[in-house]
């Protein structure tokens, strides 16, 4: 058993609750464990300036801690955000953009914020979980597409961490264990079980192509787990079929 009581093929206690806001098209507050993000989706009828003109829309992400996300107290950003908040919003992004048909939006963008309001490990993986959510919702409040809103998208995306930690694999690792852990890795994969996106750092140790076999076992695990909570929140609001 692990520190909280969790097997090391168990998620932390997953929570989405959808509509959290009222302002915002899309909008998700995500409980994993004690980690809690505020997932809002809002849609724009501009597209960067490079996209301009070529009928395509765009999906990007923002990602920010509060400061009283964590203790000490995490400095606000003012100006230009910090190299760690600008990585994980592009890995946000890039995670949405995987599974959708940007010519499918028009010319119009989906920004999705990811404010972090308890910091208690796997904030960038709660984010794409929830992030996917509130963009589905984003996407079905627009009026004018060039196809059914369901049609823009082409699967489901989430994400998990798992690592090694006193030797052991573990799914979805908490603050504690993710610093003590000798091999740490985000992956980020679709409801079909398509990778997006493997992040793996050995932090303390090497490791073995069949330890990374077996973690990425273990993300599997989890990522179907993640997709049956999506599936539950959206009800019949779930784009795929």
């Not at 939006?105 to 979980?129: P, Y």
């Not at 409801?191 to 140790?205: L, P």
């Not at 179907?224 to 795929?240: I, K, N, S, V």
Request: hydrophobic share 40%.
């Amino acid at each position: 058993m692990r520190h909280d009581g969790r097997r090391r093929d168990e998620l932390r206690p997953l929570k989405l609750r959808r509509r959290f806001t009222r302002q915002a098209p899309g909008s998700v507050l995500v409980q994993a464990g004690r980690t809690t993000v505020l997932c809002t989706a809002s849609v724009s009828s501009q597209v960067p300036e490079w996209l301009a003109g070529r009928g395509r829309g765009w999906v990007t992400a923002e990602y920010s801690m509060l400061p009283g996300s964590t203790s000490p107290r995490h400095g606000r950003e003012r100006g230009r955000i910090d190299g760690r908040s600008s990585e994980i919003q592009r890995l946000i992004g890039r995670s949405l953009r995987a599974v959708v048909k940007l010519e499918a939006l028009g010319e119009r963008s989906i920004t999705v914020d990811c404010d972090v309001l308890e910091a208690d490990g796997g904030t960038r993986t709660a984010s794409i979980t929830g992030a996917f959510v509130a963009l589905v919702d984003a996407v079905r409040s627009i009026d004018e597409l060039p196809v059914a809103w369901r049609g823009v998208f082409t699967g489901s995306v989430a994400a998990v961490s798992v690592g090694v930690v006193s030797g052991e694999a573990v799914l979805d690792l908490d603050y504690q264990e993710d610093s003590q852990a000798t091999v740490d890795m985000n992956v980020v994969m679709t409801g079909a079980g398509r990778f997006v996106e493997v992040q793996a750092t050995g932090e303390q140790a090497t490791f073995t192509g069949e330890e990374l076999d077996g973690l990425l076992e273990l993300a599997r695990r989890g990522i179907r787990q993640l997709t049956q909570a999506q599936r539950a929140c959206l009800g019949r609001d779930w784009p795929l079929t």
